[in-house]
């Protein structure tokens, strides 16, 4: 009997992918086989792409964690044909972060798709305690959202936002969208920051109220909406200067600022506004099991505007030309690579 054969994206470097036939991968022991529907593009896939993180991954790697699909094989108490997400976190049990019951930030984090090959292949083998089942009438493209809207259900969370509060999210792109609408749906009253002409009008097409910093004082703005008192809560999603220098100007007396961005540099920081108005600074990474069933919740409740967040559907053959089209038109919102037949 011959082997049955799988196509699979490969990283290549020099911004390049190549499709391979390669056979299917038995799982190992804790591990389910997951057939992959669709799989949206990250940033940190863009980050790959640019060559930034070749040490990282290597030349051979299958790329991708935003993932949908169904079990592929009865095991480890699953069955063939139930629709699940991957959590792509994959941690050591044994560190002090794992001990504390962080898993989520374990010192030793595997991040299933860049430290193991991920869901850019028909079939991928994953362990058994990362998946969460979906309900059987979710739409497969709306639920490769799901690991972006976790960070963003993790980012809401963890500021403790509360209903009427005033919510500032600095920097509009796919990920400050989706902490926008999960702020909105918490009870926020939420105001966009965004330079870019194309993202504004997505925005205002998902009934936001934006300001654009280049046109407008946004510290003004913001002090006149909310009657001289500034935000409640700031997200910093813009990974910029002006974005740190905002996320202080515009915060309400004992505000929570949180910080979604990578910042790659150490931007200079207005420390006395955290002295002078008792400011409070939140790190947020990745996500928790409770975060996921609330992005699910999200995303079959029409909490997140899947069809308007979804900007480009490209099949898995075409995918060096949709890299290419998301790198020439970074204000692009999510593009999904559909992966299944
Ligand atoms: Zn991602
Ligand atoms: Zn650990």
């Known amino acids: 009997m011959s082997q049955p054969m799988i196509a699979a994206a490969q990283y290549r470097g020099d911004k390049t992918f190549t499709l391979e ?20 593009i990250c940033g940190t896939d863009m980050h790959v792409y640019h060559g930034n993180m070749d040490a990282r ?46 898993q989520h930030i374990c010192h030793s984090l595997k991040f299933l798709g860049l430290d193991t090959d991920g869901a850019m292949q028909e079939v991928w083998n994953v362990p058994a305690h990362t998946l969460h089942i979906l309900p059987d009438d979710i739409r497969m493209d ?28 600095i920097g ?20 966009i920051s965004e330079v870019n002409a194309h993202r504004l009008a997505i925005l205002q097409k998902l009934g936001f109220d934006t300001v654009n910093p280049a046109e407008t004082d946004l510290q003004a703005d913001i002090m006149t909406r909310t009657g001289d008192k500034g935000a409640d809560v700031v997200f910093e999603v813009s990974g910029t200067q002006p974005g740190v220098d ?36 939140i790190g947020v990474r ?6 996921y069933e609330k992005a699910i919740t999200m995303i079959t409740s029409g909490g997140v505007d899947a069809d308007t967040v979804i900007t480009d559907v490209a099949p898995l053959a075409d995918i060096q030309q949709a890299f290419e089209n998301l790198d020439a038109s970074p204000t692009a919102m999510k593009s999904l690579i559909k992966v299944g037949a």
């Open 172 to 191: 509009g792109g796919p990920i400050g969208v989706l902490v926008a609408m999960v702020a909105r749906d918490a009870g926020g009253k939420v105001v």
């Open 21 to 40: 036939n390669v056979p299917l991968p038995a799982p190992k022991p804790g591990e389910v086989p997951v057939r992959i529907a669709f799989c949206g």
């Open 246 to 281: 905002a996320m202080t100007a515009c915060a309400a007396t004992r505000a929570r600022i949180v910080m979604v961005a990578i910042h790659a540099a150490k931007p200079a920081v207005d420390m006395f506004q955290f002295f002078w108005r008792e400011l409070q600074l």
């Open 142 to 169: 709306h639920a490769a959202l799901i690991e972006p809207v976790a960070v963003a259900c993790h980012d809401v969370r963890l500021s403790n936002l509360q209903a009427g509060e005033d919510v500032l999210v």
């Open 286 to 291: 990745v996500y928790e099991p409770v975060d």
């Open 57 to 102: 991954v290597g030349f051979t790697r299958v790329l991708g964690h935003e993932m949908s699909g169904v079990v592929d094989a009865d095991g480890e108490g699953f069955t063939k044909g139930q629709k699940v997400v991957v959590r792509p976190l994959d941690h050591c049990g044994d560190c002090p972060a794992c001990r504390a019951g962080h």
